[in-house]
């Protein structure tokens, strides 16, 4: 099959290697505003180049990949749906919820598949942990905790325009555990502070942030979130049930150091970076899109998926403003 990739910045620059290893993918034709980006990609990885989305589109694809900025995200959906070509986008659907339950209303009667990415989805220990929850494995599930810590803040251009922690960061989280229990949110109580990066400070957001979730089966989830964690990428999942307890992401590269006396785990480099977390995740989810493309699967991670999560973000974010618990049916009717 033929794909385009709208956006070769770093997320789509990792597609692109990704999808020309692909046995599914014939070739590849690439866009994106700054000529330089798309010349690189398409000199590395033998794709084509086209000089506009729509020539993109144009050109004969039988899938894109949209890994542009998230501003450019409703556009190039609505584009991907009206030529009849199955969309995979990177997270999220748009800069705000409000827009992108637009976007929803405007696709939601069409037949063209759309792939929301969420990595974690096709990581093989949340896959496994899904597998035990939902086959009964660990009897009543009582406690959740999901843990997301990056090794350093980001940049300040992107914290001013990625709406918060909760949104862009926290959302992983919210995803995964709606993913692997099958339950809803009901309520959240969040908190926060902010222990260093004055650029997050000053752009009213929180660099260190805690949440509990209440489950409509009354299991309670506990997500952890920080921007500093000087000793790598630490993504990590614990399902505490009344049978059994299990977790994902306890490696040898797990960032974490025990000071027990003579325990050696983990033994391994630490994780430092989300693609070196999720490389085969990332690679799994694409070929996930191709079968997408294919016709033997449906999507994996709708639109509806994608604004269930934000949705969690929104009453995340509003309670840590609030100070107060928020319910998720309060921000859907704001």
Not at 68 to 75: E, I, V
Not at 90 to 110: C, F, M, N, S, Y
Not at 213 to 223: E, K, M, P, Q, R
Request: glycine share 10%.
């Amino acid at each position: 099959m033929r794909i385009g990739i709208l956006g070769l910045g770093r997320i789509g620059a990792f597609h692109a290697e990704t999808l020309s290893g692909l046995d599914a993918v014939d070739s590849l034709i690439v866009a994106d505003p700054f000529a330089d980006a798309a010349k690189a990609a398409a000199e590395r990885f033998g794709a084509e180049v086209a000089d506009s989305p729509e020539a993109l589109l144009a050109a004969g694809v039988d899938g894109i990949v949209v890994a542009a900025a998230t501003d450019a995200h409703p556009a190039l959906i609505r584009a991907g749906v009206e030529a009849g070509v199955p969309v995979f986008c990177e997270k999220p659907v748009a800069r705000t919820i409000g827009e992108g339950v637009e976007v929803l209303r405007a696709v939601r009667d069409t037949d063209v598949p759309i792939q929301i990415g969420y990595n974690r989805r096709f990581d093989a220990g949340f896959v496994a942990a899904r597998a035990a929850v939902r086959g009964g494995e660990l009897g009543t599930l009582h406690t959740v905790r999901s843990t997301t810590l990056d090794p350093a803040p980001p940049p300040a251009a992107y914290v001013a325009t990625s709406g918060g922690i909760f949104r862009d960061c926290s959302v992983h989280d919210f995803d995964i555990i709606r993913w692997v229990t099958g339950r809803e949110v009901t309520e959240v109580y969040a908190a926060g502070g902010n222990r260093g990066a004055d650029h997050i400070r000053e752009a009213g957001d929180a660099d260190t942030t805690g949440a509990v979730l209440t489950l409509d089966d009354g299991t309670l989830a506990v997500v952890s979130n920080s921007r500093h964690n000087g000793r790598g990428y630490d993504v990590r999942m614990e399902i505490h049930g009344f049978r059994d307890s299990i977790a994902v992401g306890l490696d040898d590269k797990l960032p974490l150091r025990s000071v027990e006396p003579g325990v050696t785990f983990p033994a391994g480099t630490p994780h430092d970076f989300f693609m070196d977390r999720f490389t085969a995740a990332y690679r799994a989810e694409l070929i996930a899109f191709t079968e997408v493309v294919a016709g033997t699967r449906p999507s994996p991670c709708t639109i509806e998926d994608a604004l269930e999560a934000g949705w969690i973000a929104e009453a995340c974010t509003l309670s840590l403003h609030e100070h107060r618990p928020v319910t998720i049916a309060e921000v859907r009717g704001a």
